[in-house]
């Protein structure tokens, strides 16, 4: 069996420039990834033809900008992440080579061979972020237990990160003091749910 040796990272998304091919379902559903996830995200779509529903996407994100043509070279010029969602693996195949000659982060849709990373399912609430990965294998598994995990943690996650964060910024010492302080005061959080 071979483990899953991708390493969990959050972008910044916001301060880099992402491009999407693709102007069909697969488009518009990594789309809605980037855009739930990093509303102030700088994207280009292209696509030869563009959905309706992403086309009401740009009506309300600004920093989304729609070009309704064929994929152009110059499309990935100052690109940083590339999502190739065209219906034809040629042609993301053939774009992944060029975005590569470029050291651009690509993912290609349903070609976890050819991605550089995978978007995983994500929950959320308030400033907790959790990226579930199934390195490729069942992205539906992800999507489930992410609906669990939604349901589990409590609305007040936010609150106990806020005061968390304020009982970090009090507490004075160095770094490793900061890390067993909070050690301790966490570790209630789980004695108290067994």
Request: charge should be positive; hydrophobic fraction near 40%; glycine fraction near 6%.
């Amino acid at each position: 069996m071979k483990d899953n040796v991708l390493f969990p990272v959050f972008l910044k998304l916001h301060q880099l420039r992402v491009l999407v091919v693709g102007g069909g379902y697969v488009g518009w559903e990594k789309l809605q990834a980037l855009l739930t996830n990093s509303p102030l995200v700088s994207v280009d779509l292209v696509g030869t033809t563009i959905r309706k529903e992403i086309k009401l996407l740009a009506a309300k994100y600004p920093n989304l900008r729609l070009h309704e043509r064929p994929f152009d070279l110059h499309d990935l010029e100052q690109v940083e992440v590339a999502l190739l969602a065209t219906d034809s693996r040629e042609t993301n195949h053939r774009i992944r080579t060029l975005a590569k000659a470029k050291n651009i982060l690509v993912n290609v849709a349903d070609t976890p061979d050819l991605c550089d990373f995978y978007l995983g399912s994500v929950v959320k609430k308030g400033n907790l972020k959790i990226g579930i990965s199934t390195n490729g294998k069942s992205p539906t598994f992800a999507k489930r237990f992410r609906q669990v995990l939604e349901e589990v943690l409590p609305e007040e996650t936010d609150m106990v990160l806020s005061n968390l964060r304020v009982l970090r910024d009090r507490l004075k010492g160095d770094f490793e003091y900061k890390v067993n302080k909070l050690n301790e005061y966490t570790a209630s959080l789980i004695k108290e749910n067994k």
